[in-house]
C-alpha cells in the first residue's frame, strides 16, 4: 500500500487543507494511505456535499483499518439510512451497540431508521432508552417528537419537541415542527409564534415563511399572509406552491388583477393545472371578463373534465352574458356530476326561470328544496315560479314557507301579493302589503310597477298611505 505525506504549508487555511486532501485522495483513489483523521474528514466532506455513495466508501476503508471503531459503524449506518438501505443501516447499527452499548447517537440513529421502516413502535422505544442514558438528550425528544407526529399522536408530540425546544432553545428544527403540530391542532396563534421562532434562528427558511403564510391566511390576515409568501419567493423564487397562496390572499382582499398574475407564475412554473385555471377563470368573472373567465374555465376542464365547479362556472358566465341556452347545457352537466349540490341546482333553476323554461325551473327547484329545505331565497324564488305557472295555491304555501322562517320578510309579503290576488283574497292582499311597506318602506317605490291595478284604485291608496 503506498503511503502519501500530506505536508502542508501552515499558512494554508483548513479549507484550503481539506480542499489539498479531497484533491490527494481522488486522485491516489483507494490503495492509497491516509490515517483516521483524514477518512474522517473525506467521509464528511462528501457526506455534506451530497455524494453519499462515495461517503461510504470511505468509511468502509476506515473500518478495514478500524474494524472495531463504534463510531465508524454509527456512521455507516446514518450513510446507509440516507441512501434508503434501512435494512443494512440496522445491522450496522447493531454492531456500533455491540462495540459501545450506551452510546445515545447510536441509538437515537437507529430510533431514526426504525421510524423509516415504519416500526415506529420500536422507533420510539428506542428513544426511551437513549433518554434512560441520557435524560437531556434533545435530540432523542425532537425524533421521538417526529415519530409521534408521523403516526398522527400530535399533542403527544408537542410534549416531546417543547421539552427539546426547553433543553436546546437553538435547536435548527424543534421549531418548525412545533409550528406545523400546532398549525394541525388549530392552534394558529401558537403556529405563528413557532414559525417566527423558526425563522429568528433560520431567516432563510422559505417553508417556514411560506406555513406562516398558511396559517395566517387561515386567520383571514390577509395582508400579512402576503408579506409572508413574498418573503418566501424572495428566497425561493421559483416556489410555485408560494405563489398559488399568495393569488388566494390576493383574491381574498379583492386585488384580483394580481392574483391573476401569482396564479399565472404557477402556470409557468409548472404547466397546466386544473385548480389554477379555474381560479383565474373565478377572478376573471368577478372582474365580469366573463370571454377571459369562460376560457380558463374551459382550460381547467380539458385538464379535469369531472371538475363540477367548472362546469357551474362556465354556466354562470353564459348566464351572465344572457346566453340561457347555452348556461343551462353547463349547468345540467354540472348537476349530473354533483347531484347533491344545492348551489348548481340553484343556479341551473335560475337560469331556467330566466330563459322561460318554467316548467323545467319548477323541477329543479323542487330537487334545490329537498336539499336545502332551510333556504329562505329559494322558497321565494320557487313561489315566484309558481305564479307564473298559475299555480297559485302552491306559490302561496311556498311564501308561507319563507314566512315561517323568517316572519319579518318583507319580500315574502310582497310577493304573495300576486297569488292572493289571484285566489281572490284581496284583504288577505292588503293586509300583506301594509306588513311589507311597515318592514320595508322601499317596497311602496315597487308597488306602482308591480301591482299597477291595485295602484289605480284610490281607495286602496288611501288604506296603504299613499294619498293624504
Known amino acids: 500500500m503506498s503511503m502519501f505525506e500530506f505536508g502542508f504549508d501552515e499558512e494554508f487555511t483548513d479549507e484550503g487543507r481539506l480542499n489539498d486532501l479531497i484533491a490527494a485522495y481522488e486522485e491516489r483513489g483507494e490503495s492509497a494511505y491516509f490515517d483516521s483523521d483524514a477518512l474522517e474528514d473525506i467521509a464528511t466532506h462528501y457526506f455534506e456535499q451530497g ?242 373567465a369562460i376560457r380558463y374555465f374551459k382550460l381547467a376542464l380539458a385538464e379535469e373534465e369531472l371538475y363540477a365547479e367548472a362546469w357551474y362556472g362556465l354556466g354562470c358566465c353564459y348566464d351572465a352574458l ?28 335560475d337560469c331556467e326561470y330566466n330563459a322561460g323554461v318554467i316548467d323545467d325551473a319548477l323541477v329543479s327547484y323542487s330537487i334545490l328544496l329537498r336539499l336545502d329545505r332551510g333556504n329562505r331565497e329559494a322558497w321565494l324564488d320557487y313561489g315566484e315560479t309558481l305564479c307564473e305557472a298559475g299555480r297559485f295555491d302552491d306559490a302561496l304555501a311556498s311564501y308561507q314557507r319563507v314566512l315561517a322562517l323568517k316572519p319579518d320578510c318583507a319580500n315574502a309579503h310582497f310577493q304573495q301579493v300576486k297569488a292572493l290576488l289571484a285566489l281572490g283574497q284581496t284583504d288577505e292582499a292588503t293586509r300583506s302589503l301594509q306588513v311589507a311597506f311597515r318592514l320595508d318602506p322601499s317596497k311602496k317605490d315597487a308597488f306602482r310597477q308591480t301591482y299597477p291595478d291595485l295602484y289605480r284604485d284610490g281607495r286602496l291608496r288611501r288604506r296603504l298611505g299613499f294619498d293624504h
Not at 433560520?202 to 409572508?228: C, F
Not at 340561457?324 to 333553476?349: C, G, H, L, Q
Open 51 to 292: 455524494r453519499l455513495d462515495q461517503a461510504l466508501t470511505v468509511i468502509d476503508q476506515l473500518l478495514t483499518a478500524q474494524p472495531f471503531s463504534s463510531d465508524a459503524w454509527m456512521r455507516r449506518g446514518v450513510l446507509l439510512n440516507n441512501l434508503g438501505r434501512h435494512e443494512e443501516a440496522l445491522i450496522a447499527y447493531e454492531k456500533a451497540l455491540e462495540l459501545n452499548p450506551a452510546d445515545t447517537e447510536t441509538i437515537v440513529n437507529r430510533g431514526v431508521t426504525l421510524d423509516s421502516l415504519g416500526r415506529s413502535g420500536e422507533a420510539l422505544e428506542a428513544y426511551e432508552t437513549a433518554l434512560q442514558f441520557d435524560p437531556l438528550n434533545d435530540e432523542a425528544y425532537f425524533n421521538r417528537g417526529v415519530t409521534l407526529e408521523r403516526t398522527e399522536h400530535l399533542a403527544e408530540a408537542v410534549v416531546a419537541f417543547e421539552i427539546c425546544a426547553d433543553r436546546n432553545p437553538d435547536h435548527p428544527e424543534v421549531w418548525y415542527e412545533l409550528g406545523f403540530c400546532y398549525d394541525r391542532l388549530g392552534e394558529n396563534q401558537r403556529s405563528i409564534e413557532c414559525y417566527d421562532r423558526h425563522i429568528d434562528i433560520d431567516p432563510y427558511s422559505h417553508d417556514a415563511w411560506y406555513n406562516r403564510g398558511i396559517v395566517l391566511n387561515r386567520l383571514d390576515r390577509y395582508e400579512q399572509a402576503i408579506d409572508a409568501y413574498d418573503m418566501a419567493l424572495a428566497i425561493q423564487e421559483e416556489f410555485a406552491s408560494a405563489y398559488y397562496n399568495r393569488g388566494n390572499a390576493q383574491a381574498n382582499l379583492g386585488q384580483l388583477r394580481e392574483a391573476v398574475e401569482s396564479y399565472k407564475k404557477v402556470l409557468e412554473l409548472e404547466g397546466g393545472d386544473a385548480a389554477t385555471y379555474y381560479n383565474i377563470a373565478l377572478a376573471c368573472e368577478e372582474l365580469k371578463e366573463h370571454e377571459a
Open 322 to 349: 344572457e346566453r340561457f341556452k347555452e348556461a343551462m347545457t353547463f349547468f345540467v352537466r354540472a348537476v349530473e356530476i354533483s347531484p347533491d349540490s344545492a348551489e348548481f341546482w340553484y343556479a341551473k333553476a
